[in-house]
């Protein structure tokens, strides 16, 4: 039987009391309805529509060619935004899941599981149920006395007995396509709100004779629909558990997963160790037997394996095998480091390349450089890249070593295996394996530090009040 899905993310979402569109904030660093689509393309359907409104534009541009769009240019309720996809699917035949973008833990298994049951029992609808212990602000899902769904209440519109009712509407669904297009027909606006709801349609297939099953998940979390920014941060506390659990199932060791932050799409080989304080975000890809933190902020990196880095912040930074980093690092966007690099203590890299066994260890700056194998940048040596207007490139050749407190002023290059003295400012290149020293000579004058010291004294008296 082929398998559609239509995301509903149209809504403005006014009780977020935000800028941005409800469903494009994010869950573990993941946009909602990022969260929401995936699980439906994970669940094998063959086509899925998202209905966008507010903010369609961005919702779409998120989401990209991984779905269909159609426009809900008035927000009606949900049943006039599923109505909206009729142009696309209104012919196919098959299960159709509705799911809203704003229940960003909805499972590509509970949703799977929904289908399977719903096409088991022939149904006209499946709609997937939670108790909740508060079911406030939720549709409640009403029973006959042979416990067969009858139909959907929203909060807004129950008696005091259907208030009272425990069992939720998730906002999940599964439909016979064909007889969900042709009872969204027969749903009107006569409510408290004044919108067409989907939660119609279950009372409109019971009183045409149709099946409606129940599927209840026991994962309280499914059912979360974030509607304000309290929702959010349950939603937050759900997921980021969720996440932390699968990684340590599969092999990570986390401290203390209360105070580490892993994004959604972020990957971790087995036997890494996360310490309390590490935020893990966007793309980033940890390698196998690493050491992230305590406090390491890391951002759209590739971490290989059995890397070290503490107290530190990454953003779109590379980091080579066996590589450490910090305390006190800051790597930015396009810093490469091979195997075996040593960044340390405050030291800041950006758009440079540093190659295996090369070490800066304290108190530098590499930005717009290429450095080579096995080089040694002493304390304080920076590359000085910017004049104001224009960046320049710094290379420094393998094996070169550069000594304590240098500025190197781009354009320049330290050949292989050169050597530049402490304190030096170097403006032009040195070749192979050359000594550059650029830096005024010392002179030292004999007893003149006593001599010194006698002139202040004297000063000092006679400045003294009488
Ligand atoms: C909805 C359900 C409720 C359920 C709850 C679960 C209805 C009528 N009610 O209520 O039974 O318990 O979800 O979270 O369906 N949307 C559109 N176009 C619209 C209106 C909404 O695309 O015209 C989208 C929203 O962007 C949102 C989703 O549909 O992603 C749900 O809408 P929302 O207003 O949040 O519905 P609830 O009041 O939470
Ligand atoms: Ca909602």
Redesign the pocket.
């Known amino acids: 039987m082929k398998r559609m899905a239509i995301v509903?993310?149209?809504?403005q979402?006014k009780r977020m009391k935000s800028k941005l569109y409800?469903?494009l904030h994010p869950v573990c660093g993941k946009p909602m309805v990022g969260h929401v689509l995936d699980a439906a393309l994970r669940a094998g359907v063959e086509r899925s529509v998202v209905?966008v409104?507010h903010g369609a534009e961005a919702v779409q541009s998120f989401l990209g060619s991984r779905a269909e769009y159609v426009l809900?240019a008035e927000?009606?309720?949900?049943g006039?935004?599923v109505k909206q996809v009729k142009s696309l699917l209104g012919s196919e035949s098959g299960s159709t899941i509705v799911v809203?973008?704003?229940?960003p833990l909805v499972t590509s298994e509970t949703l799977e599981g929904l289908m399977k049951l719903h096409e088991s029992r022939g149904a006209a609808a499946t709609v997937l149920t939670a108790e909740l212990d508060n079911p406030k602000g939720?549709?409640r899902v009403i029973r006959g006395e042979d416990g067969s769904v009858q139909r959907?209440v929203?909060q807004k519109d129950c008696t005091e007995q259907e208030d009272a009712v425990n069992e939720?509407?998730?906002?999940t669904y599964c439909f016979d396509n064909a007889k969900l297009f042709a009872a969204l027909e027969k749903v009107t606006n006569q409510n408290a709100q004044g919108?067409y709801?989907?939660?119609d349609v279950v009372g409109i297939f019971r009183n045409d004779g149709e099946v409606v099953e129940a599927y209840m998940s026991d994962d309280i979390a499914e059912s979360i629909?974030v509607?304000d920014r309290l929702a959010l941060s349950q939603a937050e506390a759900f997921m980021r558990e969720r996440l932390a659990v699968r990684h340590m199932l599969n092999g990570v060791t986390i401290i203390d997963p209360a105070s580490t932050y892993i994004g959604a799409d972020v990957t971790i080989g087995s036997d890494t160790v996360l310490y309390p304080g590490t935020i893990l975000k966007g793309m980033t890809t940890i390698g196998e037997a690493c050491h992230i933190g305590p406090q390491a902020d890391i951002e759209d990196s590739i971490i290989q394996d059995g890397v070290t880095i503490k107290h530190s912040v990454l953003s779109q930074a590379e980091v080579g095998s066996e590589a450490t980093v910090g305390p006190f690092a800051y790597l930015r966007p396009g810093t490469k480091l091979g195997r075996n690099v040593k960044i340390g203590d405050f030291v800041e890299v950006k758009n440079a390349t540093i190659d295996e066994g090369s070490k800066v260890s304290h108190l530098s700056y590499i930005g717009d450089a290429k450095v080579g194998k096995n080089v040694n940048v002493g304390c304080g040596a920076i590359t000085v890249n910017y004049d104001g207007y224009n960046k320049a490139v710094t290379t420094i050749e393998d094996d070169a070593f550069v000594g304590s407190n240098v500025n190197l002023i781009a354009p320049v290059t330290v050949g292989k295996g050169a050597y530049v003295v402490a304190g030096s400012t170097v403006t032009h290149s040195v070749p192979d394996n050359d000594l550059a020293i650029a830096r005024p000579r010392q002179e030292n004058k004999p007893g003149y530090a006593e001599k010194i010291r006698g002139r202040a004294k004297a000063k000092k008296q006679n400045a003294k009040p009488e």
């Not at 939720?168 to 906002?171: A, D, E, L, S, Y």
């Open positions: 509903l993310a149209a809504g979402g409800k469903v209905v409104g809900q927000q009606l309720g949900t006039h935004a809203c973008g704003d229940t939720y549709g959907i929203e939720i509407n998730t906002g919108e709801y989907l939660t629909g509607n």
